[in-house]
């Protein structure tokens, strides 16, 4: 198969620095897009991969999961896109589309495994791929995603993330006016959930360890702000949310948030993938309460999602980075000193 080289940057073992390379990517076949890289957001799965921290990561690895770039070529057979479309790329280029999970519009649940936007096993060229860490990227039409024009470019790049991590939930359990919301953690997650939350009509209570965090919460959507480390608060809180998002990264005690759901409800973890600590039985039965979990979203609803956007004019808050700075930026994002995602301009990596 033909390919073309271009710029990226990538770290070729778990210690290293990223550091310009060269990559190879496919030449178009009948139903790609061929797509110039604008913009890449900076997700903490980046770095999770290029330090090998879930122990899967094959080198060198090249991140990005949040692209949005223009169409700049299309093979014979796409009917989707036009060249100069403003397109998107979340964290999915593939999938095997004949399952269950593929059939119900939930590639990400693909159960012959997705094919994810770098260190996924690469079907066309051999290897693994590459993410957007670099000047374009070649995917088949049905996971490409349409950007709505009206919203900023820059901004809507952690949609595809992010975005999608905190709209999926809020969405596959109905949220909807009225409805009493927690967001617990303030960070790249956190923010969108206040804006999606916010934005369906929901009222909206950042739950939060820091009380600092009160001025931007409010600002960015909540109505309320509740501080988890205070038991009074906690208390006058309790039974009464119809639906909690914990968008907090690392394992905790859940416990607490659990007691403040209502009868029925449902507290949903997108961000801690490791273990969590003891739950108490006692908390779910008396309460009918439950615990789940949320992936991204399918490929049809990042689309509603970006809809969404575009409808109620939502984008990240985000700060942009050169490509040249991309190792800081990965030391900030550790240390939580971002509000509240960054973005890589790729123009730097083109000159």
């Known amino acids: 198969m033909k390919t073309t080289k271009h710029k990226a940057y990538g770290a070729s073992t778990n210690t290293a620095d990223l550091e310009l ?26 770095i ?30 796409v009917t989707k896109y036009k ?67 009206n919203i900023d470019a820059r901004g809507a790049a952690p949609l595809l993330c992010a975005g999608i991590t905190t709209f999926s939930p809020l969405n596959h359990w109905n949220v909807k006016k009225g409805d009493k919301v927690g967001i617990v953690g303030l960070g790249g997650l956190g923010h969108m959930g206040v804006k999606f939350a916010n934005a369906m009509g929901a009222h909206v209570v950042m739950i939060t360890t820091s009380p600092n965090k009160a001025e931007d919460a409010k600002r960015l959507g909540a109505h309320e702000v509740l501080i988890s480390k205070d038991q009074e608060q906690m208390s006058a809180h309790a039974n009464s949310f119809d639906f909690i998002l914990n968008t907090v990264p690392v394992g905790h005690d859940i416990n607490p948030y659990v007691n403040l759901l209502k009868i029925d409800a449902t507290m949903v973890l997108v961000g801690a993938v490791e273990p969590l600590g003891s739950v108490n039985g006692g908390g779910l039965i ?34 942009m980075v050169n ?4 190792n800081n930026a990965f030391e900030r994002v550790v240390a939580a000193d971002v509000k509240y995602r960054f973005v890589i301009d790729m123009e730097s990596l083109k000159n």
Request: hydrophobic share 30%; glycine share 12%; proline share 2%.
């Open 286 to 319: 008396m309460g009918r309460k439950r615990v789940a979990g949320s992936l991204i979203g399918g490929i049809k609803e990042t689309q509603e999602m970006l809809d969404f956007c575009g409808e109620h004019n939502i984008t990240s808050d985000v700060e």
């Open 83 to 149: 060249q100069g479309d403003l397109v998107g790329v979340g964290c999915m280029v593939d999938s095997c589309k004949n399952c269950d999970s593929c059939h119900q519009d939930l590639e990400q649940f693909c159960i012959n495994g997705a094919t994810f936007t770098y260190n996924s096993p690469d079907k066309h060229l051999g290897g693994h791929t590459f993410g957007g860490y670099s000047t374009g990227v070649t995917v088949n039409q049905d996971f490409v995603l349409k950007i709505p024009e």
């Open 21 to 46: 390379m060269e990559i190879d990517r496919r030449e178009v076949g009948a139903n790609d897009v061929k797509i110039d890289i604008l913009y890449c957001g900076i997700c903490h799965s980046d």
């Open 323 to 326: 490509m040249q700075d991309v």
């Open 48 to 77: 999770h991969q290029v330090r090998n921290d879930w122990k899967n990561s094959k080198y060198p690895v090249v991140p990005g999961h949040e692209i949005i770039g223009r169409v700049v070529e299309l093979g014979s057979e």
